[in-house]
């Protein structure tokens, strides 16, 4: 988004970094009359300000897919962003599952600045192969994840399936972001990827066996470019990348011939100042 304005993201920097040494808290508007609740120390809500999109491909592919009505899983939602831009901007109903306590209050509080809590529905859990506990580090903001042993700064957090979260709703788009525990989530969410109405997983990571279990379910590996809304098989013609592919998510999408058209018919959305 600022490949041709850096000067633009450097002051949008600089002012944030000014902002944020005089107040606690900033409440900032972003997209579409949408507005982020943020604090220093917040890397990938602050990414926004100056970025307009901090996760570009991914952020633009849930922008222009997403529909009134649709079930939107921000699974790993950090404070809220994701969300943000499906519930408020979309107007796509949101189960977010954020683990961390602390993590979670902020996420609820993006969520009622903007009243949102008719459309989003927050989890406060960990999820994985299975119902229990897990113990989850803290006070690493984004990059808190489950652990497998105790140390300093780690708690005791509820764990469930996505399967027993999600129950016999209809999601249509999961973006799955939770620190190399994908794999583990994946095993608890095989019901819900083979739900029909499921379209597009958006994930962090992947490995030989996730990749497996999204073909055998029918899913594609997507690359997509939301300055042109072009979604394609191969990364190498995408207009941004000038033939070199840099990702934030992996895309899997299924029915691609639904998805490509709701993608090219979605509204336009103005991200600092540039129609997407």
Same mark, same amino acid.
């Given at each position: 988004m600022t490949r041709d304005d850096q000067i633009g993201a450097w002051t949008r920097f600089a002012c944030w970094h000014l902002k944020s040494r005089l107040s606690p808290e900033i409440v900032s508007p972003w997209i579409g009359g949408q507005r982020l609740a943020v604090r220093r120390g917040m890397t990938g809500a602050t990414g926004n300000l100056y970025f307009g999109l901090h996760e570009f491909m991914s952020m633009g592919l849930v922008l222009h897919f997403l529909r009134e009505g649709d079930l939107f899983l921000d699974a790993g939602a950090n404070v809220g962003t994701y969300t943000v831009l499906a519930s408020g901007v979309c107007r796509a109903k949101t189960i977010a599952i954020e683990a961390d306590p602390e993590t979670a209050r902020d996420l609820a509080r993006n969520v009622e600045i903007n009243g949102? !809590?008719? =459309?989003?529905?927050?989890?406060?859990?960990?999820?994985?192969? *299975?119902?229990?506990?897990?113990?989850?580090?803290? /006070? =690493?903001?984004?990059?808190? !994840?489950?652990?497998?042993?105790?140390? +300093?700064?780690i708690r005791i957090v509820p764990q469930k399936t996505l399967d027993n979260v999600v129950?016999?709703?209809?999601?249509? =788009?999961?973006?799955?972001?939770?620190? @190399?525990?994908?794999? !583990?989530?994946? !095993?608890?969410?095989?019901?819900?990827? @083979?739900?029909?109405?499921? @379209?597009?997983?958006?994930?962090?990571?992947?490995?030989?066996?996730?990749?497996?279990?999204?073909?055998?379910?029918? %899913?594609?590996?997507? %690359?997509?470019?939301?300055?042109?809304?072009?979604?394609?098989?191969?990364?190498? *013609? =995408?207009?941004?990348? +000038? /033939?070199?592919?840099t990702r934030s998510n992996e895309f899997f999408v299924r029915d691609w011939s639904f998805v490509e058209e709701r993608l090219k018919s979605a509204q336009p959305v103005e991200v600092l100042g540039k129609t997407l």
């Open positions: 949102l !809590q008719a =459309l989003v529905t927050i989890r406060e859990l960990a999820l994985g192969p *299975t119902d229990g506990k897990v113990m989850f580090t803290t /006070g =690493l903001g984004a990059m808190n !994840q489950v652990v497998s042993e105790h140390r +300093d700064g129950g016999d709703e209809e999601p249509a =788009l999961l973006k799955l972001d939770v620190e @190399k525990y994908e794999d !583990q989530v994946l !095993q608890g969410s095989i019901a819900v990827l @083979k739900k029909p109405s499921l @379209k597009i997983v958006a994930l962090e990571a992947t490995s030989d066996w996730s990749t497996k279990l999204f073909a055998d379910l029918g %899913f594609e590996r997507a %690359f997509y470019d939301p300055f042109t809304r072009i979604l394609q098989r191969e990364p190498n *013609t =995408l207009a941004f990348s +000038d /033939g070199k592919w």
